[in-house]
Structures are given as C-alpha cells and as structure tokens.
C-alpha cells in the first residue's frame, strides 16, 4: 500500500510540475528560431532574403502585455531582417487570465519595427471578429502595409520582390486571382494567417508564410500536437512544408488563446533566410 502511494504522490508530482511549466513557465518563454530555406523557386541571381515573421501575438493574453511587445520588437529588430511579416491574430476575445488591449497602443509599439524593406501585416480571424476595419487603419497609422487580397512591390537589391497578402481563410474569402492581379515579374511571397489556403497555391510562388495554428500550444513526445486548427492538416501545424512541389513555413506563433497554456511549443520569432535551392 505504502508502494502505492508513494507512485500515486510521484504521478501527482509529476503532473503538477508538468502543469506548471505548460501555465506558468513556458508561455513566458521567448526565442528566436532560424531556418536555412534553400527553396526552389527563389531566384538563382537574387540575394537571400532574411525575412522574420510574427504570428498570434494575442496581445493581452497572460505574458503578452505591451512591454512584452516591446521586448518582441526588440528581439525581432536585433535578427536584422530585411523584411518583418506581420501574420494576424494581434488581439484577443477570451482567454482566461487574460485582458483585451485596445489595438492602438498595441500597433503604436510596433511602429518600432525596423526593416529595409518594411514590415507588412495579414489579418487574422481574432482580428476580424475584434474589428478589422479599425486594426488595419491603426497599422497604417504607424506605417505598417496590411494586405487583403493585395501585393505590393519591394525591390531586393534592385530587383523586383512582390509580397502578396490573402484575406483570413477563416472569417473571409482569401482570393489568388486578386491578390497576384498586379504581379508582373520577379520572385512572390505569399502571407496567410491560416495555412489552409496552402492547398490550392499556384505553382509560382517561392513560399507561403501562416501562422494560426499556434503549434496545437500543447505537443506531447511520441503524440504531437494536441489541438488541430480546423480544415487545417494534422501535417501543416508548424515547420517548413514541402508538397507537390510547393513551399510553406507555419510559425508557431507567440500568443495564446482559449487556453493560456504553451507545453513543447514555446512563444517564437522565426527568421527565415530564403534562398535559391534546387528543384524538388
């Protein structure tokens, strides 16, 4: 009986500390990934292209507060990107222990965000429900270019780069057609929120980037990730995806929702350099 409780005090040990890390510990983790992308279709005569992406701040929820959005501008400005990608979900409904930001001073810090070729955002579905219309106007305030359905043109040491923007898969109708209408020449970056569009991305694009599913915030060792984003493929929830051909990176993002809780899947800044690689 003693045997017993003593394995029944060590399991609830065990799951307490396990408990601990996932609500108070990891969600207060911050670092920086790189990934080398050799990729296919970037161009073998352009340089590479550093690129951070920032996905699901959820500003507001526990850790996130507008200090730790400081300190993320910062840690992002010090990886000296040549372009910041914005991937939505920069504000929260309900997150217990959490509480809403409005989202100009939340864009006012992000206004320090520095890149050559300037910082570009999408919208995300938590955006949205919020209200879009005043986040993108809030963005563009502080000189951040929000995308829907939109490309704009950058020039990559002279050469023409084109970054193009998809409306949220989730709340609206994201549009190839409209968003590429513009592009004439040179390599295209494609930013999501929600990698679900990734399953019907033309054949010209060097990536995808998205953000969304947070990693399932909770991945067990030999199960993976716990919570799947919905219409999303078990396979696209983090990393660097390749199919058919195609190219897509997921970032696990920084924020949390419904459940402030991060085990295996720490708050992220990931920085991409993308260059050209042999055909697939």
Same mark, same amino acid.
Do not use: C
């Given at each position: 009986?003693?045997?017993?409780?003593?394995?029944?005090?060590?399991?609830?040990? @065990?799951? &307490?500390?396990?408990?601990?890390?996932?609500?108070?510990?990891?969600? +207060?983790?911050?670092?920086?990934?790189?990934h080398?992308?050799?990729?296919?279709?970037?161009?073998?005569?352009?340089?590479?292209?550093?690129?951070?992406?920032?996905?699901?701040?959820?500003?507001?929820?526990?850790?996130?507060?507008?200090?730790?959005?400081?300190?993320?501008?910062?840690?992002?400005?010090?990886?000296? /990107?040549?372009?910041?990608?914005l =991937?939505?979900?920069?504000?929260?409904?309900?997150? /217990?222990?959490?509480?809403?930001?409005?989202?100009?001073?939340?864009?006012?810090?992000?206004?320090a =965000? &520095?890149?050559?070729? $300037?910082?570009?955002?999408?919208?995300?579905?938590?955006?949205?429900?919020?209200?879009?219309?005043?986040?993108?106007?809030?963005?563009?305030?502080?000189?951040?270019?929000?995308?829907?359905?939109?490309?704009?043109?950058?020039?990559?040491? +002279?050469?023409?780069?084109?970054?193009?923007?998809?409306?949220?898969?989730?709340?609206?109708?994201?549009?190839y057609?409209?968003?590429? #209408?513009?592009?004439?020449? $040179?390599?295209?970056?494609?930013?999501? *929120?929600?990698?679900?569009?990734?399953? #019907?991305?033309?054949?010209?694009?060097?990536?995808?980037?998205?953000?969304?599913?947070?990693? $399932?915030?909770?991945?067990?060792p030999? @199960?993976? &990730?716990?919570?799947?984003?919905?219409?999303? !493929?078990? %396979?696209?929830?983090?990393? *660097?995806?390749?199919?058919? $051909?195609?190219?897509?990176?997921?970032? #696990?993002?920084?924020?949390? &929702?419904?459940?402030?809780? %991060?085990? =295996?899947?720490? !708050?992220?800044?990931d920085v991409?350099?993308?260059?050209?690689?042999?055909?697939?």
């Amino acid at each position: 009986m003693k045997r017993f409780l003593r394995a029944v005090a060590l399991l609830v040990a @065990i799951a &307490s500390a396990l408990l601990g890390w996932g609500f108070l510990i990891e969600p +207060g983790l911050l670092t920086v990934d790189r990934h080398a992308l050799a990729l296919s279709r970037w161009p073998a005569d352009y340089p590479a292209l550093r690129v951070a992406l920032i996905g699901d701040l959820h500003a507001g929820a526990p850790f996130i507060s507008l200090d730790r959005v400081s300190e993320i501008v910062a840690r992002t400005n010090a990886a000296h /990107p040549d372009l910041i990608v914005l =991937l939505g979900d920069y504000v929260i409904q309900n997150v /217990p222990g959490g509480h809403r930001i409005p989202i100009e001073p939340i864009a006012e810090h992000l206004r320090a =965000l &520095s890149a050559p070729l $300037g910082t570009i955002a999408v919208l995300g579905n938590h955006d949205w429900w919020e209200n879009g219309p005043r986040i993108r106007r809030a963005f563009e305030a502080v000189g951040i270019t929000v995308l829907d359905n939109q490309a704009v043109r950058r020039a990559l040491d +002279g050469r023409p780069l084109w970054i193009a923007g998809l409306a949220d898969a989730i709340t609206r109708r994201p549009s190839y057609a409209q968003a590429l #209408t513009a592009v004439d020449d $040179g390599p295209v970056i494609v930013l999501s *929120h929600s990698p679900e569009p990734f399953a #019907t991305l033309p054949p010209e694009p060097v990536i995808m980037l998205a953000a969304h599913t947070h990693g $399932g915030q909770v991945r067990l060792p030999l @199960i993976g &990730s716990l919570v799947t984003a919905r219409r999303v !493929p078990h %396979r696209w929830m983090f990393g *660097h995806v390749v199919e058919d $051909g195609r190219d897509l990176f997921v970032t #696990t993002g920084i924020g949390t &929702s419904i459940m402030p809780v %991060r085990f =295996l899947t720490p !708050p992220v800044i990931d920085v991409l350099e993308i260059r050209a690689g042999e055909r697939r």
